[in-house]
């Protein structure tokens, strides 16, 4: 594993509510945001989605910086972090994950992902399972569950998957200004966008403004996309379910009712099938619950802090690099590992008991 140095190109100790830009080299430049919070912390690290950005969390991570240490990668061929040469398929950029975490945080981590990044979180929890204290999953990209699927989103979907349609599809989002970029990927993931605010707006514009320089990107989309849909279908999909199942850390489950990209139904399923599992659905929100409603999001993370992801908390305690490093190998690790609490605490919703039938796709 090759790790690097961190530079900072701002800020100073404490919380940092907009994230300071740093970036540390794991075999290339690799960009992120260090939003700060208490150093004793539990150290949350955010992993964005498939198109995304570190940007993605600006609007949630100051609200748990008051008790956490929050972190923000953009995964390779994503935000800020070009490619250089190193894979952006799902598995390759769970091991820059990885790397990221014994390179910054250096020690167990609460791992926050959305869509992709969800995925790639529990491709990591069940690899590493020493680096990573607990799970809180927004909106992940899950296995599929029979339903049908949203008929926009199924298109995309397929049109990725054919080479000559997948290249048109991507030469006309480059058409597109960042400004209307931004805007089509808000109206895809929200139910209601005016409810981001005009300053999220505006950073998510800039790094889309910074990334039509860049080189490579039709490529990196289209390696992560293809990886995306072969981890949840054919050929990976039992073989994900089953990983799905398999993780023993505490996880919350953080899901849109309103998500066209991964349904609530795949939700349901996931909560099912993991009895130990805390779900919070929020009903008429989309697929980026930490950008349209960050309070609500914020607020059952703190509170799922509290409860059944306590053990995730201790063990995730910032700290010298020794001491958390001896931590992980304690008590609260253990604890968090059992992972055997029932969901049930305030804004936590019950795992219905009935299988939905509403769409599927991801």
């Not at 004793?40 to 008790?67: D, F, R």
């Not at 005009?198 to 490579?216: C, K, L, P, S, Y």
């Not at 992801?309 to 020794?322: H, I, K, L, S, V």
Request: hydrophobic residues 40%; contains cysteine; positive net charge.
């Amino acid at each position: 594993m090759t790790t690097g140095q961190d530079t900072e190109s701002a800020g100073g100790p404490g919380a940092q509510p907009g994230g300071v830009s740093r970036w540390t080299d794991l075999g290339g430049p690799v960009h992120y945001l260090d939003f700060g919070g208490p150093a004793n912390g539990p150290v949350i690290v955010c992993v964005h989605g498939l198109g995304g950005s570190a940007v993605n969390w600006i609007a949630v991570a100051p609200l748990l910086t008051g008790t956490c240490r929050v972190l923000a990668p953009d995964l390779a061929g994503h935000g800020l972090t070009q490619s250089a040469g190193r894979g952006t398929d799902v598995v390759a950029n769970r091991v820059l994950l990885h790397q990221f975490i014994e390179s910054v945080p250096t020690g167990p981590v609460i791992l926050m992902g959305n869509s992709m990044g969800g995925m790639i979180s529990l491709l990591e929890a069940d690899a590493a399972a020493g680096t990573v204290a607990g799970l809180i999953l927004i909106d992940p990209a899950l296995p599929f569950v029979p339903a049908r699927p949203d008929p926009s989103v199924a298109m995309m979907f397929a049109l990725s998957l054919i080479p000559g349609l997948g290249r048109a599809m991507l030469a006309r989002r480059r058409r597109a200004s960042p400004e209307q970029f931004v805007a089509s990927i808000l109206r895809l993931c929200c139910v209601d966008p005016s409810r981001i605010t005009a300053d999220v707006i505006a950073r998510h514009i800039e790094v889309a403004n910074q990334r039509v320089t860049f080189t490579g990107v039709d490529k990196d989309f289209s390696a992560a996309i293809r990886s995306v849909i072969s981890t949840v279908g054919y050929p990976g999909g039992r073989a994900y379910r089953r990983l799905t199942r398999s993780v023993r850390c505490p996880v919350l489950l953080v899901h849109g009712t309103g998500d066209r990209l991964v349904p609530i139904a795949a939700a349901r399923a996931a909560a099912r099938a993991n009895l130990a599992w805390s779900l919070a659905e929020f009903p008429g929100v989309g697929h980026v619950p930490q950008l349209e409603v960050p309070a609500q999001t914020a607020q059952v993370i703190a509170e799922w802090l509290n409860s059944a992801g306590r053990g995730a908390a201790q063990a995730a305690a910032g700290g010298p690099p020794g001491e958390r490093g001896r931590r992980s190998l304690q008590g609260p690790r253990a604890r968090a590992g059992r992972c055997g609490e029932r969901p049930g605490s305030v804004g936590i919703t019950p795992v219905p008991q009935a299988p939905p039938h509403t769409a599927s796709c991801q």
